[in-house]
């Protein structure tokens, strides 16, 4: 082959190309939130951003993720790690432990779903785990409620493995071009018998039993110190996968603040005592009216996020005003910012007023 | 979201805002917004009757 047709067959291939990754921050540079969390037994809690744990009616399963700092493959400094710490005595028929990862349908239409030229695509990963096994993976597809899955096996205990998986594309249904949820990524940890039931290996109607189908291993789960952990995710169009595409961290981080953002800096977490990074103005110069501060966010939501206001000190549904830490009254929470306001009947007339925050618009 | 507590907030027209949320320990202002997954699930437990927004102030 030529060189000018290898670069042909490159170019078409896409594998020379930008923005191949459908994936936001894939490499788990990203951890807003904080590094770690512990005792987790609830659903929708985040670490590294963007993807998150649900849990489906466990008893005693605890576990702590962080964001964990990768030594041992080259390449990636960081993954999401789960870690075990109260196992699961068994796992019953109803009960499922995932990792999900969600997206916007605006943001996946050149998938060409609901046609019959829908693109196949590739998910690609290394994964991980103290347990060697098969592990499902499901696509689930909001618009239509569609589903698609398929396996993977971890073969060797404690050592990093890439994963290629490839998916047909769907024809049943369009993806619907807005901010909602059209598109979640499930990485099963464990499966009861409900959940593993139907075939998924092609595109149909959603079915319980088809949501992670083929799942061999619940061992993570009751397991105390299990670990499971994730890094270098790429989904991509495409039967192929290609070497993960990095990003700069700045990039990955304006990214993932589309869904959430806070006031404080990268590496403080929501609610610890300080001022850096809080908003600031000071209260009219007459008690007659109400004094207002905005909050612009540094990049536009997804939608109107839930705010979550804290004063200095960290304490949640407030804000400093005067010296105090007051309740606040949220003006018109929206994509770009949200405004504050006081009385300056209770504060006082020039007074500082300041505001730290959360701002949650996730999926 | 184990909600414990729902509360409509007024803004200076008197409009109804936001609600205050109180999730687990921690107070929310929730934007009256369908595509704010918060919003949703707050409407969804008030059609299941399991949870009531007070009025505004």
Redo the contacts between chains.
């Keep these: 082959m030529s060189k000018a047709a290898e670069l042909a067959a490159l170019i078409g291939s896409q594998t020379a190309q930008g923005n191949r990754n459908l994936i936001i921050n894939g490499a788990m540079q990203v951890a807003q939130r904080g590094t770690s969390s512990t005792g987790l037994h609830?659903s929708?809690n985040y670490t590294t951003d963007r993807f998150s744990l649900v849990f489906g009616n466990e008893d005693e399963l605890r576990v702590t993720m962080t964001q964990n700092s990768v030594t041992d493959l080259p390449g990636f400094a960081n993954s999401l790690k789960v870690q075990t710490t109260t196992a699961e005595s068994a796992i019953a028929a109803d009960e499922s432990y995932y990792i999900i990862n969600r997206y916007e349908g605006q943001d996946f239409q050149q998938l060409k779903y609901g046609t019959s030229n829908a693109l196949s695509t590739t998910l690609s990963f290394y994964v991980k785990s103290s347990v060697t096994g098969t592990f499902a993976v499901a696509i689930y597809q909001t618009d239509g409620n569609d589903i698609i899955g398929s396996t993977y096996t971890i073969n060797s205990a404690n050592t990093w493995e890439k994963k290629e998986i490839t998916f047909a594309g769907n024809t049943l249904a369009a993806i619907v071009d807005d901010?909602?949820?059209a598109i979640m990524i499930d990485w099963f940890l464990a499966a009861g018998s409900n959940f593993t039931s139907v075939n998924n290996t092609s595109w149909g109607g959603y079915e319980t039993g088809k949501l992670a189908f083929g799942h061999g291993t619940n061992a993570v789960a009751t397991t105390t110190n299990a670990t499971w952990e994730i890094t270098g995710v790429q989904w991509e169009l495409g039967e192929q996968a290609t070497p993960f595409e990095h990003r700069s961290f700045g990039d990955e981080l304006a990214r993932c603040q589309r869904y959430y953002q806070k006031s404080y800096n990268y590496s403080v977490a929501p609610g610890t005592n300080t001022q850096d990074g809080a908003t600031y103005n000071v209260t009219q110069a007459t008690s007659s009216y109400?004094s207002?501060g905005y909050s612009h966010f540094k990049v536009e939501m997804?939608?109107?996020?839930?705010?979550?206001?804290y004063d200095y000190g960290g304490t949640?549904?407030?804000m400093n005003a005067g010296g105090s830490a007051v309740t606040p009254?949220?003006?018109?929470?929206?994509q770009r910012g949200?405004g504050n306001?006081v009385s300056n009947t209770s504060v006082g007339v020039n007074s500082s007023v300041a505001i730290h925050y959360e701002a949650?618009?996730?999926? | 979201m184990n909600i414990t507590s729902a509360k409509y907030q007024a803004n200076l027209e008197g409009e109804n805002t936001c609600i205050i949320v109180v999730v687990d320990g921690v107070t929310m202002f929730v934007p009256l917004d369908p595509a704010n997954t918060n919003y949703a699930e707050i409407q969804r437990q008030v059609a299941a009757g399991t949870l009531t927004i007070a009025d505004a102030d």
């Design positions: 609830t929708g901010n909602t949820n109400p207002a997804r939608a109107a996020p839930t705010i979550t206001s949640s549904g407030k009254v949220i003006q018109d929470p929206a949200f306001y949650d618009a996730e999926l």
